[in-house]
């Protein structure tokens, strides 16, 4: 077996080349035997996986640039009607926009001035018809949020980072609001934060928040603020080295891979460790590459696949990097030798839900196979 050095691999071009077919489930941190993983998911991670050589991957970028977050479309009516001077509960509506939400169905915003100049207003408002009570109702648009998030690994290094837009809209519960995040109704509002007619009728809120990969693939909230993995107990693997290679970003080695035989055979790898430069060596115990979806449920989810890989040290401590580079480098080697590192390390690829709260807090779920 020829190792070639393991390179970045271009966010674009690859990740959606890829499908991994592992079940949907979490994964239990149990105790290490001589092959780490060997007890989990039984599926291999190259499986169903096609991918260029990694001679010819555009090395750019794999940590540092914003993914291109795909969002699910829908067609939207938008039509304007103005309506100055038309009588409101609370003031005088200046301007009139309707909308359709795929959840909600049509409504209207209203723009009302409530001082009694109608070249301002200072209040936003939506009206929706409610088929419960058989009238339109109103409520108040309360903000426009900006998510911004950054995800760190164990080792404090950077990972991906995204963003999105939601208007919050009144629905009761301070702490619940209802949310839209089409484009039309997020750029409609985000208009009006700056109109020289807002009269502090509206504004916007910006979240930022980091996240750090888990040991189950998922996302989770508050990323830690030192690194965990500098100081790992060095992880002493028994058995034959059979050889090693380079991770490389933009050809600059940034790490080491070594393959092992824990039975000393030079036809089969049951062991693959990674040490990063200046830190210990570790144990790879799983790969994920899952497709994180935020707010499934809304008008237009958000969501990105990307690589995680799980570590542990030598006191079977486990650490997690959002590592796409290893992930997906790993996979394509895997395919290219099936026979001699087919069972070296497992993995899979899930599609996870994240619901959000209206200040911005995670909570993944795992979307099961029926």
Same mark, same amino acid.
């Given at each position: 077996?020829?190792?070639?050095?393991?390179?970045?691999?271009?966010?674009?071009?690859?990740?959606?080349?890829?499908?991994?077919?592992?079940?949907?489930?979490?994964?239990?941190?149990?105790?290490?035997?001589?092959?780490?993983?060997?007890?989990?998911?039984?599926?291999?991670?190259?499986?169903?996986?096609?991918?260029?050589? /990694?001679?010819?991957?555009?090395?750019?970028?794999?940590?540092?640039? +914003?993914?291109?977050?795909?969002?699910?479309?829908?067609?939207?009516?938008?039509?304007?009607?103005?309506?100055?001077?038309?009588?409101?509960?609370?003031?005088?509506?200046?301007?009139?926009?309707?909308?359709?939400?795929?959840?909600?169905?049509?409504?209207?915003?209203?723009?009302?001035?409530?001082?009694? +100049?109608?070249?301002?207003?200072?209040?936003?408002?939506?009206?929706?018809?409610?088929?419960?009570?058989?009238?339109? /109702?109103?409520?108040?648009?309360?903000?426009?949020?900006?998510?911004?998030?950054?995800?760190?690994?164990?080792?404090?290094?950077? !990972?991906?980072?995204?963003?999105?837009?939601?208007?919050?809209?009144?629905?009761?519960?301070?702490?619940? #609001?209802?949310?839209?995040?089409?484009?039309?109704?997020?750029?409609?509002?985000?208009?009006?934060?700056?109109?020289?007619?807002?009269?502090?009728?509206?504004?916007?809120?910006?979240?930022?928040?980091?996240?750090?990969?888990?040991? +189950?693939?998922?996302?989770?909230?508050?990323? !830690?603020?030192?690194?965990?993995?500098?100081?790992?107990? =060095?992880?002493? #693997?028994?058995?034959?080295?059979?050889?090693?290679?380079?991770?490389?970003?933009?050809?600059?080695?940034?790490?080491?891979?070594?393959?092992?035989?824990?039975?000393?055979?030079?036809?089969?790898?049951?062991?693959?460790?990674?040490?990063?430069?200046?830190? =210990?060596?570790?144990?790879?115990?799983?790969?994920?590459?899952?497709?994180?979806?935020?707010? #499934?449920?809304?008008?237009?989810?958000?969501?990105?696949?990307?690589?995680?890989?799980?570590?542990? +040290?030598?006191?079977?401590?486990?650490?997690?990097?959002?590592?796409?580079?290893?992930?997906?480098?790993?996979?394509?080697?895997?395919?290219?030798? =099936?026979?001699?590192?087919?069972?070296?390390?497992? !993995?899979?690829?899930?599609?996870?839900?994240?619901?959000?709260?209206?200040? !911005?807090?995670?909570?993944?779920?795992?979307?099961?196979?029926?």
């Amino acid at each position: 077996m020829t190792i070639r050095p393991v390179s970045s691999v271009s966010l674009v071009k690859t990740y959606n080349q890829l499908n991994f077919e592992g079940k949907k489930k979490k994964h239990s941190n149990s105790g290490h035997s001589s092959n780490p993983v060997s007890n989990r998911l039984a599926v291999p991670l190259a499986a169903a996986l096609t991918m260029a050589p /990694l001679n010819v991957m555009d090395a750019k970028g794999t940590h540092t640039d +914003d993914f291109s977050i795909n969002k699910n479309t829908i067609e939207l009516v938008d039509d304007v009607n103005s309506v100055n001077e038309a009588a409101d509960e609370k003031g005088v509506v200046i301007e009139s926009k309707n909308f359709v939400s795929k959840n909600y169905g049509p409504y209207k915003i209203n723009l009302i001035s409530t001082d009694g +100049d109608a070249s301002t207003f200072e209040k936003v408002v939506q009206l929706l018809y409610n088929e419960y009570v058989e009238k339109e /109702l109103s409520h108040d648009v309360l903000e426009l949020a900006q998510y911004n998030y950054q995800v760190i690994s164990d080792d404090q290094s950077k !990972g991906s980072n995204f963003g999105f837009k939601q208007v919050h809209v009144d629905s009761g519960m301070k702490s619940l #609001p209802t949310d839209y995040n089409q484009d039309d109704i997020v750029n409609y509002i985000e208009k009006l934060i700056d109109d020289p007619r807002n009269n502090n009728a509206i504004k916007k809120v910006t979240h930022n928040r980091t996240i750090r990969p888990s040991t +189950d693939g998922t996302f989770q909230n508050v990323a !830690g603020k030192e690194d965990i993995m500098k100081n790992a107990v =060095p992880y002493k #693997p028994q058995g034959k080295l059979i050889e090693s290679g380079d991770v490389e970003i933009d050809g600059v080695p940034v790490g080491k891979l070594r393959y092992y035989s824990t039975h000393g055979s030079d036809k089969d790898v049951e062991l693959i460790t990674y040490q990063k430069n200046g830190y =210990p060596e570790l144990g790879i115990q799983w790969l994920y590459a899952n497709n994180h979806v935020f707010n #499934p449920y809304s008008d237009k989810p958000s969501s990105f696949q990307t690589g995680t890989i799980v570590l542990f +040290d030598g006191n079977n401590k486990r650490y997690c990097l959002e590592d796409p580079t290893i992930v997906f480098g790993l996979a394509d080697l895997m395919k290219k030798n =099936p026979d001699v590192l087919g069972k070296a390390v497992l !993995g899979s690829s899930d599609t996870v839900n994240y619901l959000l709260t209206n200040i !911005g807090v995670i909570s993944p779920v795992h979307d099961e196979e029926k």
